[in-house]
């Protein structure tokens, strides 16, 4: 079974600063995405990393994909209040299930 | 204009009774899911139906059985409901290729009393 562990768990800041949250496991994926969820509502789709070393940006998020394809990492800088919801990290196995497995979670809240 | 839309969005039930949860995607993707996300937030796979076939069946209860009667459609049936089972079951859809992301529904929370 492949795990994905984030850190941390949760996560609760000033609005205006930079977080990192982190996604980890020992077993190579072929992508990572990353989800926000929010109350109520179902994750949605943020970003998916490919290549190893891969870095994307969405604004004010930085997206990184290990060069392992073991990990990524979401960085936020200056966050606001919109930005609080739960992250959700989700690797894709390679064949023919291609399986996403999704990781433990990290809840951001960002206070005014 | 709702992309996958599931029903309810709230049940609530006693233990022993069965019940049904409805889902419909009109994105014209090939593959649906459900998902069981528990009180820590954790998100499982329970079933995918790729083209109207089990894919994936992970070790979940036989009481809990999908029913695909078209690729636009995939509904959830429990028989017999447990305590355990109180969840938020998330339905999704996604093309059947690498890199597809998946689309949810926004959830059916199940209270089992």
């Known amino acids: 079974t492949q795990l994905l562990e984030q850190s941390p768990q949760f996560l609760s800041i000033q609005e205006g600063e930079n977080l990192t949250v982190y996604c980890n496991s020992s077993?190579?994926?072929?992508?990572l995405q990353w989800y926000r969820q929010e109350p109520g509502e179902g994750p949605v789709l943020l970003v998916t990393?490919?290549?190893?070393?891969e870095v994307k940006k969405l604004k004010r998020l930085t997206f990184q994909f290990g060069d392992a394809r073991k990990d990524s990492s979401l960085h936020i800088t200056a966050a606001q209040p919109g930005d609080t919801g739960l992250y959700l990290c989700?690797?894709?196995?390679?064949?023919?299930?291609?399986?996403?497995?999704f990781g433990s979670g990290t809840q951001l809240t960002v206070l005014p | 204009d709702t992309a996958v839309s599931q029903t309810p969005k709230y049940l609530v039930t006693q233990m022993g009774n069965d019940k049904s949860i409805k889902c419909e995607q009109n994105?014209?993707?090939?593959?649906m899911y459900w998902y069981k996300q528990d009180s820590k937030k954790f998100l499982k796979i329970m079933f995918s139906?790729?083209?109207?076939?089990?894919?994936i069946n992970e070790t979940v209860p036989n009481r809990f059985s999908p029913k695909s009667p078209d690729k636009a459609h995939l509904n959830l049936h429990i028989n017999s409901l447990e305590l355990g089972d109180s969840a938020v079951y998330f339905c999704?859809?996604?093309?059947?290729?690498?890199?597809?992301?998946?689309?949810f529904g926004n959830g059916t929370r199940l209270t089992v009393t």
């Open positions: 139906y790729n083209n109207k076939e089990l894919i």
């Open positions: 990393v490919v290549t190893g070393g």
């Open positions: 999704a859809s996604s093309h059947r290729r690498e890199y597809s992301p998946l689309h």
């Open positions: 077993s190579v994926f072929s992508s």
């Open positions: 989700a690797g894709q196995s390679s064949g023919s299930a291609r399986q996403l497995t």
């Open positions: 994105l014209g993707h090939d593959t």
